[in-house]
C-alpha cells in the first residue's frame, strides 16, 4: 500500500487509468501493444519489494532494455518507487563497461536474460561482480551450462524467474531460502521457475476443456492478479482470446507442484504435429543441449517447417560444436521418441543464433533461416544456396550457413 501511496502521490488519477503501452517482443508471432495502468505496475513492483528484502545501500544494475518490460518495471520502476540506487548501461552486451559500473558503484541487483548472463561470465572480471546479492535471469529459459558457468566464475547462483509482458512482467521468481534458527523456509528449487508474487494466482488447466490440473500434471497456465493487463491496443479480438474470467491464458504448457514451484514445459506454439503426435521444441532443445554440455559456447534452437508426408519436419540451428551422431544416440538413449530425433541432415550450424535486441531467442528468425536452407537444400545452385550443414564431427558447413542478427 505505501508503494502504491508513492506511486500514486500528487496525482488524484485513477490507478486504473492507462499508464504505458509496451510491445511484446514479438518473438514467435507479431508485437503487440500490451496496455499497463498504474495499478498493474505498482501490484507488481509491491510483489517484488516483499520478497526481495530491500536494504539500505541496494544498487541496481541496470541493463535490460526499457521498452522491454523486465527492464521497464526491474530496473526503472522499482528502483524509483523503492528508493533504490540505479545505475545504466545503454548496450548490455558491453561487458567491460558493464563490469567496471558494477565495481565502481558497487551495485547489488543483476536483472538480465541468460544470453547477457552467458557473456559477462566470460568477459567480465570475477571481482568486478562482487558486491552482488541478487541476480535474476528471465525473458528466456536459464540452462545449467549458463548457470554453472556464472556460478563457477563469480561464486553466485543466478536466480529464474517468470513472467510476460501482459503480467508487468513478474508473475513467479526463485530467491534465497531463508534460515532462521531451527525454521527453513524454502525460496528456490533447482529447475523451476519459482514461487508466485505475493498477490499473484496461478493455476494449469487442459488446454481444450480449461478444467483444472492437479500437482505435477501439465496444462495450459493461467494467471489472475493485480498485474494483469488492460488489454491489447486495438486489439479486442486478441484481448478476449487473452482474458478470459479474470484470467490471463499464457499460451505457456506447464505445471506447478505440491508445493507451488511453477516448471515451463513449452509454448502451446512451440509444439509441432508430427505423425498425429505434439512434439516439444523445448525439450529436444534441452536433450540436445544436456548432450552437448561440453561445449560452453554451445546453444541451439528447435524449429519446424512443412512436410508433406508428416505434417512437419524438424530443423536444429545451433552454434558451437556439434557431434550429430553422438547427439542423436544420446536422445535415443534418454528415451525420445523417435518422431522426436531430428533426423541426421536437419541440423544446421550458425554463426550465432538469432536474437531479439532484449536478448531473447527470435523464434521467427530461426523459422525463416530453416526454411530458406530447406528450399536452398531442394534446389541447389540456385541465388542464396547453403550447404547442408550436419557432417556429424561437429565441424561448419562447406558452404555460408546463414548467419543469425
Request: glycine share 14%; hydrophobic share 40%; with cysteine.
Amino acid at each position: 500500500v505505501l508503494l502504491r501511496r508513492r506511486l500514486r502521490r500528487g496525482s488524484p488519477g485513477d490507478p486504473n487509468s492507462l499508464a504505458t503501452v509496451v510491445f511484446s517482443s514479438g518473438s514467435t508471432g507479431d508485437p503487440k501493444g500490451v496496455m499497463l495502468s498504474h495499478a498493474n505496475i505498482g501490484a507488481n513492483i509491491e510483489g517484488i519489494y516483499q520478497i526481495l528484502q530491500i536494504r539500505p545501500g541496494d544498487v541496481v544494475l541496470g541493463v535490460m532494455p526499457f521498452f522491454h518490460s523486465f527492464g521497464f518495471t526491474g530496473t526503472l520502476w522499482l528502483p524509483l518507487a523503492t528508493g533504490m540506487g540505479a545505475v545504466y548501461h545503454h548496450n548490455p552486451l558491453d561487458a567491460k563497461a558493464i563490469g567496471e559500473l558494477s565495481q565502481r558503484f558497487k551495485t547489488t541487483v543483476l536483472l538480465a536474460s541468460p544470453t547477457f548472463l552467458l557473456s559477462y561470465a566470460r568477459r567480465v572480471e570475477a571481482g568486478q561482480f562482487a558486491s552482488l546479492r541478487f541476480v535474476f535471469a528471465g525473458a528466456e529459459r536459464l540452462g545449467e551450462s549458463v548457470a554453472g558457468l556464472f556460478r563457477e566464475r563469480f561464486g553466485i547462483e543466478p536466480l529464474e524467474g517468470y513472467g510476460c509482458t501482459e503480467l508487468s512482467p513478474i508473475v513467479a521468481v526463485n530467491i534465497p531460502n531463508v534460515a532462521i534458527g531451527p525454521r527453513r523456509q524454502l525460496g528456490s528449487r533447482r529447475g523451476t521457475l519459482g514461487l508466485p508474487l505475493p498477490g499473484v494466482a496461478v493455476k494449469a488447466v487442459d488446454p481444450e476443456t480449461r478444467a483444472d490440473r492437479g500437482p505435477g500434471e501439465d496444462g495450459l497456465l493461467l494467471v489472475r492478479g493485480g498485474n494483469v493487463m488492460l488489454g491489447y491496443l486495438g486489439d479486442e479480438a486478441r484481448t478476449r482470446d487473452a482474458l478470459r474470467d479474470g484470467w490471463y491464458v499464457t499460451g505457456d504448457i506447464g505445471h506447478l507442484d505440491s508445493d507451488g514451484f511453477i516448471t515451463i514445459t513449452d509454448r502451446l506454439s512451440r509444439f509441432s504435429k508430427i505423425g498425429g503426435e505434439m512434439v516439444s521444441h523445448g525439450q529436444i532443445e534441452q536433450a540436445i543441449c544436456r548432450a552437448a554440455a561440453g561445449d560452453a559456447g554451445f546453444a541451439c534452437v528447435v524449429t519446424a517447417i512443412p512436410d508433406e508426408q508428416k505434417g512437419e519436419h524438424l530443423i536444429v540451428l545451433y552454434q558451437g560444436r556439434l557431434d550429430i551422431a553422438a547427439v542423436r544416440a544420446s536422445l535415443a538413449r534418454a528415451g525420445l521418441p523417435n518422431l522426436w530425433i531430428p533426423r541426421a541432415d536437419a541440423f544446421l550450424a550458425v554463426e550465432n543464433l538469432p536474437l531479439l535486441a532484449s536478448g531473447k531467442l527470435d523464434w521467427r528468425r530461426a523459422k525463416a533461416l530453416a526454411a530458406e536452407w530447406a528450399a536452398a537444400a531442394r534446389h541447389p545452385g540456385g541465388e542464396g544456396e547453403s550447404g547442408a550443414a550436419g557432417s556429424g564431427d561437429g565441424s561448419r558447413a562447406s558452404r555460408e550457413t546463414p548467419r543469425g542478427n
